[in-house]
């Protein structure tokens, strides 16, 4: 390999703990890693086991393997030029090699809620990576690992200092390593390996630069601590495997040396897991042949889903009602990816003792409004019902003054509540979960929650949200916050204020209310009354009448001049005429209060102002506040987010909105960029959170976002409608 290829790489946990890095393995983050365990899962990510720098020596003669970016400008060393190959199915793995030797190194992190027989609603926490080099050779070779380690908060770089103590204890296989200052104790962790021989050697290396802080104009240099290396003899078919872990407290089982059977193991249990998580989206082939000879000529690539065939949806409002959909071979496999890194995004939350999601790595945590987003095409199209069940309960169980959590902080502290829609959006996926399970013992355990929210918008609450009594829409002020999802604050300040009516809120109002009439109607049909008990007719007709009012008030949106939308009505009664995307938004929900006449006209527009290869943009090119490039320091860049960014989820609304309103019209979005871009570019295996709004759309933010992974699933048999033709 002649160049330095930064694609990315990403491995998580199910907790928050994640390892990350490039093709080239050369680091250009601070978020890059191979052990960054969430201590308080998922939170409290720190850096422990930044990477291991290989050495190669055979027949006196050195191979250095790693590759490093130095504050100096440097590259040294530059083993990305020994670099073969690199793949990621099923696990990351680098071939360094010549013509006379190949050195194949795989990394695997173990999924780290580990539920025993005993105490089912006790799970232990596991932060563990294995890593394993394999040699081919005609001669003998020494394999020099130097592991390079830090104690740092996963947002911050580490720099040498004389307080900065890393203790460690030597034992046979293994290192026990924990970093201490006055007043602080760090983590303790070890490190142990199959085979060779491990020396102390405490070296500080100064001066590391990642270049891709350094471009958005963050910390970009980084010290690094070595507690010593390992040297391991290996003869040509050879391995030698460490692992790295969280050390346990209190360990049940005696230490025992990782070898090659146990990352094996690993790997087989990691797969079989996923395996059983996604079973129910597969069914046996009945007709064996044919389909053995559909697959060809890749079927030794696609492991359980080469025996089966895939049932998919479309949206999640038609679940339960889709068919089985045969799949093509590339199909299969890029849909078996997508499930896979689906899979990413959900965890552990300790706080809470329960499900959540993080909302996209490296930085982001678990966001209220990301979740419930997401939540359709990770949990409903997937099958994932009891996931799906379980996050909609917990925000339920959160729900104050009328709210859902924006934010659960990682300290222990209250959630926040910084969001106008993420109780708007629970309630449109709790319509969807219920249309797709047809769970309706939950939709009477839910109920009252719907009527608080209800209830807590009708007469007001926090940051002055409340209901126009005048036209019934929804309505907020509040300085200085943002409580929709174009949420950026720049010194203070909302980069994109949207103060008053937005569209899309009150669009998700008109839903809710729609929702709410039509369970109400249900309930008061199925649930025995009793002497305190709601009157479920009574409040049928309110939220109907209501629901009235908000639709006939939601035509006040149309700009005739535009042909599209206003964005919102501001507090002073002024409509704001930009072009953004939360009109196609408005116009995805499951109830839709926009005549369809104005509907394809907002489409047509949004077509050919917003719609790029990769999502939406966040405003129309023509306007004067357009930044069409996500760059620069965090001021530009939180400008930029919502002015004119492309947005890659927003594709599923788009896609939603479209097929509704033009039913007999093909699609006029072709998703083979963006399904390049999931499988080849960025971070391999996922979605990025954004790109430029100007072509050539180069990928930004957020190497891997939930929210855009989510909605490629939830579409997939649109995607596959447009292959096939």
């Not at 009664?573 to 907002?602: E, K, M, W, Y």
Request: glycine share 6%.
């Amino acid at each position: 390999m002649n160049a330095l290829d930064t694609r990315e790489w990403l491995l998580t946990n199910g907790l928050g703990s994640f390892a990350s890095g490039t093709v080239s393995d050369v680091h250009t983050r601070t978020y890059h890693g191979w052990l960054i365990a969430a201590i308080a899962p998922p939170g409290q990510r720190t850096l422990l086991l930044a990477r291991i720098d290989a050495h190669l020596y055979i027949a006196g003669r050195g191979f250095p393997l790693g590759t490093n970016y130095w504050g100096s400008g440097t590259i040294e060393p530059q083993g990305y030029r020994l670099l073969q190959s690199f793949h990621i199915d099923p696990i990351p793995t680098w071939t360094w090699g010549t013509d006379e030797w190949q050195l194949t190194r795989q990394i695997l992190m173990t999924h780290g809620v580990v539920v025993e027989e005993s105490t089912p609603d006790k799970p232990q926490f596991r932060h563990q990576i294995y890593i394993r080099y394999r040699y081919e050779g005609q001669e003998s070779a020494l394999l020099n690992l130097r592991p390079l380690t830090g104690d740092r908060n996963f947002h911050h770089q580490q720099h040498a200092d004389p307080d900065l103590q890393i203790s460690q204890l030597v034992e046979p296989y293994r290192v026990s390593l924990q970093a201490t200052r006055k007043h602080w104790v760090g983590t303790p962790w070890q490190l142990s390996w199959s085979k060779g021989i491990y020396y102390p050697d405490d070296v500080w290396y100064w001066n590391y630069c990642y270049p891709e802080e350094t471009r958005r104009g963050l910390g970009d240099r980084e010290d690094l601590h070595s507690p010593g290396y390992l040297n391991a003899s290996l003869q040509p078919g050879e391995s030698v495997t460490l692992e790295a872990r969280v050390r346990l407290t209190n360990p049940k089982h005696p230490f025992t040396p990782p070898t090659d059977f146990t990352f094996d193991q690993a790997l087989q249990a990691e797969q079989a897991r996923l395996s059983k998580i996604f079973a129910p989206l597969f069914t046996p082939v009945l007709q064996q042949d044919s389909a053995l000879e559909r697959l060809k000529p890749k079927e030794q690539n696609l492991d359980v889903a080469a025996e089966m065939e895939l049932t998919t949806h479309s949206n999640a409002a038609d679940l339960g009602r889709s068919q089985p959909t045969p799949l093509s071979c590339f199909n299969l496999t890029c849909f078996k990816k997508l499930l896979y890194s689906s899979d990413q995004f959900v965890a552990y939350r300790a706080s809470i003792a329960g499900p959540t999601v993080i909302a996209g790595y490296h930085w982001f945590s678990d966001w209220g409004r990301d979740t419930l987003i997401a939540l359709p095409g990770l949990a409903l199209t997937t099958k994932r019902f009891e996931m799906a069940r379980g996050l909609l309960e917990t925000f339920g169980n959160y729900c104050q003054d009328g709210l859902i959590p924006n934010t659960f902080p990682d300290d222990g502290a209250p959630p926040s509540y910084n969001s106008i829609d993420a109780a708007l959006w629970w309630i449109e996926t709790l319509g969807l979960y219920l249309e797709a399970t047809q769970d309706w013992d939950f939709l009477i355990a839910q109920y009252p929650t719907v009527r608080r929210i209800y209830k807590s918008f009708a007469t007001g609450t926090t940051y002055n949200i409340r209901i126009d009594a005048l036209d019934g829409l929804v309505t907020w002020e509040a300085p200085g916050v943002a409580l929709t999802w174009m949420d950026a604050l720049v010194e203070g300040e909302t980069a994109t204020p949207r103060q008053g009516k937005a569209i899309e809120i009150n669009a998700l109002w008109y839903s809710s209310l729609c929702w709410a009439q039509q369970w109400a109607e249900r309930l008061s049909q199925t649930v025995t009354p009793a002497d305190e008990s709601p009157n479920y007719e009574n409040h049928a007709r309110h939220f109907a009448m209501q629901a009235e009012q908000v639709k006939a008030s939601l035509q006040k949106f149309w700009n005739v001049q535009h042909q599209y939308f206003y964005d919102l009505i501001d507090p002073g009664d002024l409509p704001n005429p930009q072009v953004r995307p939360n009109a196609v938004i408005a116009l995805s929900l499951h109830h839709c209060g926009f005549t369809a006449d104005h509907a394809r006209q907002a489409l047509n527009t949004a077509r050919d102002r917003l719609l790029t290869p990769y999502g939406l943009r966040a405003l129309d090119p023509a306007d004067p506040h357009y930044m069409g490039r996500y760059i620069g320091d965090p001021r530009h860049r939180d400008y930029a987010y919502h002015q004119g960014t492309v947005w890659s989820w927003l594709i599923g609304p788009f896609i939603r909105a479209w097929t509704r309103f033009f039913p007999d019209q093909p699609l006029p979005w072709n998703p083979q960029p963006l399904l390049k871009h999931f499988e080849h570019d960025s971070c391999l295996g996922s979605i990025s959170e954004i790109f430029d709004g100007d072509a050539p759309h180069a990928a930004q933010g957020a190497i891997a976002q939930a929210w855009s992974v989510a909605e490629l699933l939830r579409h997939w048999d649109d995607i596959k409608s447009i292959a096939d033709d």
